[in-house]
């Protein structure tokens, strides 16, 4: 059988899983690009995503595939923009079964159910579901029984339950990076990939905060591959793709020092290159911080989000202290080990108080780079409800959440507005943010002691776009924004020759 999948924006790596775990069930894979250029969450503009859009393209091409079975990979930013392409490909075809999964279909399942042009749902891992679902497609008699998949028949919908968590990571073959790689070579240049499933904590506004529930009973919800495992597929990605970065993207990569060291000593002899990832910073212990400095990570990414502590205790279910992070940050650069620090704007509760806060303690953890975000309400992450006390939403906001229908999480250099509270306007503070990295320690306290950042102006976007790009130079940061750029430029022509290619066949 042939599953046809769609991935929007970016290479997936959800897909990539799924897609060599069918292979090797012998089934046929293939995956359609959507770049969605200037209509992300990086960067959208919205005249020039119109006149970049190929939308019906893109479904011509899918039909081409001739698919037993189209898929699409769903989060809660790119909701609204599966929903186009399913319906189009509904205008078309009104035979061939599509199918939804991903964080934002297994958070509210019954919502994406309800959409006329989906098919069946995906309710937790989708390896093991979908193999079964081609088999009895194959057999020319859908099986509606198949646990982790929910169905619509005769006008019915059929809800199984969920199947326990795949224990065993190892087992899994390596995502199918030719996938994406025939698509655009330069996805596997900066090779990404992910050593765990699950995080061990909880955080009120991530997806995390759905899936310990959803699979509570489940089995273990964090599961780790063993060092070996990871680093086999990393040999092979050297080897094949000439790789020169890898990106790990696990909520947490660090989580257990033995593990760790068993990790990087093979790493070292093996692999060798820079490498980047997240953890949370009650594990950047003075030895951790040596490991990573020294087996080649080039930046340690951890969320702090806020720095009041009352705010991360109350609102986020984040519980380190101020004290653990500011040992983190020194741990980091006792070894000269670079890392950034997430922030968000528009936390419930929060306002200027607690923004002249964080450029306070920001000031003394001296980050490489503090990433400023809005918050994105997640369907059914515990947060909506705090928002909700504190009456920043309203219970009918919650629709619109669930729909994929909330601001873009993502300040990309500049400022940006909540869409549920726009009279919140951090620019000044992002601006700053932007700077303190590297300004001198003494020049920020004074203009902290100036309160500068409460005077009215509004940076023009321009200026901050090249003021964060001229930041990544002198951070010898800039081949992660060059990366993107060239990303964009490329997929801009893609996008053109496939309208051309489609206009002429008409």
Known sequence: MKIVFIAISVESLAIEFLSSFLKKNNHDVDVVFDPSVFSSEVIRIEKLANFFDTKKEIVKQILEKKPDIIGFSVFTLNYQRTLEIAREIRKYNQTCPIIFGGIHTISVPEAVIKEKCVDIVCVGEGEEALVELLDSISNDKINYEIKNLWFKKDGKIIKNPRRPLIENLDELPFPDKDLFYKIYPEFVKDYYTISSRGCPFACSYCANNVLHNVYRGLGKVIRRRSPENIIEELVLAKKKYSSNKITFVDDVFVQDLNWLEKFVSAYKEKINLPYLMLTHPRFVTPKIAELLADSGCYLLCFGI???????????????????????????CHA??????????????????????????????????????????????????NKAIEKGVLKKSMIKEIEEGLTSTSLVFGFGNKDKFNPDLIYSNFQFFFMLLPILPKRVMDLIIKKKLYLMRFRIPIVFSFVLKFSITIFKNRVGVYMRILKHILYFARFNLSIKSKYKNQN
């Open 335 to 384: 070894v000269n080990l670079e890392f950034s620090i997430d922030h968000i704007f528009n936390i419930p509760g929060e306002g200027i108080k607690e923004q002249e806060e964080a450029l306070v303690f920001y000031n003394q953890l001296r980050p490489t780079i503090i990433n400023s975000y809005q918050l994105q309400y997640l369907p059914k992450t515990e947060i909506i």
């Open 305 to 331: 989000q806020s720095a009041s502590w009352e705010t991360r205790k109350t609102i986020l279910n984040r519980f380190e202290t101020n004290q653990e992070i500011e040992n983190a940050a020194k741990n």
